[in-house]
């Protein structure tokens, strides 16, 4: 009597909302209210007025949601019930109490969540399914919730384990990893953890990721959301794995799924790209042409688009130039960065426009891997030309450059040694006085200036200087200026 009374509840405890519903108003019982109150409800009703047709109800809707399998237990002992212990076992076909029961309690085994479906990741490959995904059931109307599952490895995968390789130490590349989503049917679901999580792996805490820190002020630290791994501490024989998952019940949904799976790295992920998924050059050309073409109802033509060579992820030069099918611009960013990036840190997302980058729509740009190879490395950006053709753009780019560095005009180089590059003659020094009114010659070829000659040595200097403006066609060379000190002083030599 005991033990029935005790399965009914632990049934009663596993139902939804419409089961409850379903129940109460069987009884004659009230059906409206939140999901807490009706688990309540149920409970003393089953407490209060247990009778075989009350047993036969509970039975059929718990069969009619769970279906008898293995492996999951999500079920805690209540508060007041003597601990029975016996033994387990996994076997289907054991009938004993051992296979009911757990610590005294039967065990509500929820079916599968079929209709949930965790979204592919890239660094994962899912070799076997151990569990799939099962929602986490609330048994009371604690925040703090526990549930366990119970799973062995056959022989077969436990060799695979065994026998992998090792990524880094401690760390190999075949794994059993536990993964969390919200319960939905619709669409794929992302890894999702619960508030509060925490996960024992056979008595002993595994490792959770925690949160990253934000760089941004008023935003919350974000915690990244992936597969937990639980090999190292499961039991790599026949004896049976218990893993308990704390989840704060906030009054979300959330489904627990187990994986063998095979863990790749951004090298493993780059050799499948490299392999796999490359654009041709001509390809890429007839790309770059469909979107330069000139459209008659557009009233911009566009003859031209510029790409850079710098990677917007590193601001360093591209290596391998790599881009989303998807996405409308040219511009591309570093595939092997980019997947070093999203192995520690997860984002999928396309560093040029922010939309999602999956790794299955990512491709390498033949016509800019070629580019590379021809350009020298102070090439840093090129444009695109409505035949397909490229031109670099370095020239102009250094002019720029100059020009904001300068923050002058551009002017002609003049050539003072040469008198017809201004249209006067060169200055003299007084060593030409008295040698034929010639200009006179430093020992490399040069002109001598005086440097001390301005505007009032003209006007200080008489009727000398007022010669000098006639003899500029001539032949002979007037005598030569002086300082307003009468003699020369700083000559400097002009080459």
């Known amino acids: 009597m005991a033990a029935?009374?005790?399965?009914?509840?632990?049934?009663?405890?596993?139902?939804?909302?419409?089961?409850?519903?379903?129940?109460?108003?069987?009884?004659?019982?009230?059906?409206?209210?939140?999901?807490?109150?009706?688990?309540?409800?149920?409970?003393?009703?089953?407490?209060?007025?247990?009778?075989?047709?009350l047993l036969k109800n509970v039975r059929q809707l718990y069969e009619s949601r769970f279906p008898k399998t293995s492996g999951w237990l999500a079920a805690r002992r209540p508060d007041g019930i003597p601990v029975a212990y016996s033994s387990l076992s996994s076997?289907?076909?054991?009938?004993?109490?051992?296979?009911?029961?757990?610590?005294?309690?039967?065990?509500?085994?929820?079916t599968p969540a079929a209709e949930v479906k965790l979204v592919p990741l890239p660094f994962y490959q899912t070799l076997e399914t151990l569990l799939p995904p099962?929602?986490?059931?609330?048994?009371n109307s604690e925040k703090l919730q526990d549930s366990q599952c119970i799973f062995e490895l056959t022989p077969n995968q436990a060799d695979q384990i065994r026998n992998a390789s090792e990524l880094r130490p401690g760390i190999r590349s075949i794994q059993v990893?536990?993964?969390?989503?919200?319960?939905?049917?619709?669409?794929?679901?992302?890894?999702?953890?619960?508030?509060?999580?925490?996960?024992?792996?056979?008595?002993?805490?595994?490792?959770?990721?925690?949160?990253?820190?934000?760089?941004?002020?008023?935003?919350?630290?974000?915690?990244?959301?992936?597969p937990v791994n639980i090999t190292p501490w499961l039991h790599l024989s026949n004896v049976t794995n218990r893993v308990t998952v704390t989840w704060g019940?906030?009054?979300?949904?959330?489904?627990?799924?187990?994986?063998?799976?095979?863990?790749?790295?951004?090298?493993?992920?780059?050799?499948?790209?490299?392999l796999c998924s490359v654009e041709s050059a001509e390809r890429c050309r007839e790309r770059?042409?469909?979107?330069?073409?000139?459209?008659?109802?557009?009233?911009?033509?566009?003859?031209?688009?510029?790409?850079?060579?710098?990677?917007?992820?590193?601001?360093?030069?591209?290596?391998?130039?790599?881009?989303?099918?998807?996405?409308?611009?040219?511009?591309?960013?570093?595939?092997?960065?980019?997947?070093?990036?999203?192995?520690?840190?997860?984002t999928w997302t396309c560093p040029v426009c922010d939309k999602p980058a999956p790794f299955e729509l990512l491709t390498i740009d033949g016509l800019l891997s070629e580019i590379l190879k021809e350009t020298s490395e102070d090439i840093e950006e090129i444009e695109y030309l409505t035949d397909g053709s490229w031109r670099p753009i370095r020239d102009d780019k250094e002019r720029d450059r100059e020009r904001e560095r300068s923050n002058t005009p551009e002017y002609p180089v003049v050539d003072i040694c040469i008198p017809e590059a201004n249209g006067h003659s060169p200055a003299h020094s007084s060593t030409s006085v008295g040698m034929a009114g010639g200009p006179a010659v430093a020992p490399g070829g040069g002109a001598v200036v005086d440097l001390t000659l301005d505007s009032s040595s003209e006007e200080e200097g008489g009727g000398a200087g007022g010669d000098s403006e006639d003899t500029e066609d001539s032949a002979d060379s007037p005598a030569p200026k002086r300082g307003r000190y009468n003699y020369d002083k700083d000559l400097v030599t002009a080459y």
Do not use: W
Request: aromatic share 8%; proline share 7%.
């Open 249 to 274: 019940n906030f009054g979300k949904r959330y489904s627990v799924a187990v994986y063998l799976v095979r863990v790749f790295t951004a090298a493993d992920l780059f050799s499948q790209l490299k």
């Open 4 to 53: 029935e009374l005790v399965e009914a509840m632990n049934m009663v405890k596993s139902f939804r909302v419409s089961d409850l519903q379903t129940l109460l108003a069987s009884m004659g019982r009230s059906k409206s209210g939140l999901k807490q109150d009706l688990v309540g409800r149920a409970l003393r009703l089953v407490q209060t007025e247990y009778s075989p047709e």
């Open 134 to 139: 099962t929602e986490l059931i609330d048994v």
């Open 288 to 346: 770059i042409q469909d979107k330069l073409r000139f459209d008659p109802e557009s009233e911009i033509a566009t003859t031209g688009l510029r790409v850079s060579l710098i990677c917007p992820l590193v601001k360093m030069r591209l290596g391998v130039p790599c881009r989303v099918l998807t996405c409308a611009h040219l511009q591309c960013f570093d595939a092997v960065f980019f997947l070093q990036m999203n192995e520690k840190k997860p």
């Open 91 to 110: 076997s289907p076909t054991a009938t004993s109490q051992g296979a009911d029961y757990l610590n005294g309690i039967s065990k509500p085994i929820p």
């Open 177 to 226: 990893v536990l993964r969390l989503c919200y319960t939905d049917s619709i669409g794929v679901q992302e890894d999702q953890y619960p508030p509060n999580i925490a996960v024992k792996v056979n008595q002993s805490y595994c490792h959770v990721p925690g949160y990253y820190p934000s760089n941004k002020p008023g935003v919350e630290p974000r915690r990244p959301c992936r």
